[in-house]
T-cell receptor, first 114, second 111 residues
Framework: GENVEQHPSTLSVQEGDSAVIKCTYS??????FPWYKQELGKGPQLIID?????GEKKDQRIAVTLNKTAKHFSLHITETQPEDSAVYFC?????????????FGAGTQVVVTP | DARVTQTPRHKVTEMGQEVTMRCQPI?????VFWYRQTMMQGLELLAY????????DSGMPKDRFSAEMPDATLATLKIQPSEPRDSAVYFC?????????FGPGTRLTVT
């Protein structure tokens, strides 16, 4: 089955700086890579996703990059703000799983200090 | 804004009692997932349904957990009997093809 590793487990950044979270996956058959943001006491919120036929995708201050050869993908947050503080999860979905099952990383606690 | 709703949001119960958690998926979504989140294990997939049919419940302890989808607007997760180790946050998520959208969760405490 698919295995997703996520690094770092915690990330502290100054407001205005950039944050980068990296994930690696094991199965080259994976074709869909979402990122979720989870604030305290809430459910994970889908913030951006990328499919295997695309190398990069941006949405305002967040971007995701995918390197299929190396089997890793990253989340980039620019100009961080205190409201970006949360736990971020990456995930991967196998092409062979037509029902949409996701394998999640362990999460990254991001703290943005003013 | 279409959202997944879950009830109850919080549940405290004594060991041995039955617990039922409910989920209303987003209208039009045909896949429903149940997850459990703990500090130690992270997000674990318990079961999922496609067009109301159970596809995989291998993540659930079969002797005490059961998941059903009696109709397209309701999914249920039951624990009977509950144990302290079941204390966790239980999330329901719904989706169509790729994206999954999570509900706010049910925080379960079993004493």
């Amino acid at each position: 089955g698919e295995n997703v590793e996520q690094h770092p487990s915690t990330l502290s950044v100054q407001e205005g700086d950039s944050a980068v979270i990296k994930c690696t996956y094991s199965d080259s058959a994976s074709n869909y890579f979402p990122w979720y943001k989870q604030e305290l006491g809430k459910g994970p919120q889908l913030i951006i996703d990328i499919r295997s036929n695309v190398g990069e995708k941006k949405d305002q201050r967040i971007a995701v990059t995918l390197n299929k050869t190396a089997k890793h993908f990253s989340l980039h947050i620019t100009e961080t703000q205190p409201e970006d503080s949360a736990v971020y999860f990456c995930a991967a979905r196998l092409t062979t799983d037509s029902w949409g099952k996701l394998q999640f990383g362990a999460g990254t606690q991001v703290v943005v200090t003013p | 804004d279409a959202r997944v709703t879950q009830t109850p949001r919080h549940k405290v119960t004594e060991m041995g009692q039955e617990v039922t958690m409910r989920c209303q998926p987003i209208l039009g979504h045909n896949t429903v997932f149940w997850y459990r989140q703990t500090m130690m294990q992270g997000l674990e997939l318990l079961a999922y349904f496609r067009n109301r049919a159970p596809l995989d419940d291998s993540g659930m302890p079969k002797d005490r957990f059961s998941a059903e989808m009696p109709d397209a607007t309701l999914a249920t997760l039951k624990i009977q009997p509950s144990e302290p180790r079941d204390s966790a946050v239980y999330f329901c998520a719904s989706g169509h093809i790729y994206e999954q959208y999570f509900g706010p969760g049910t925080r379960l405490t079993v004493t």
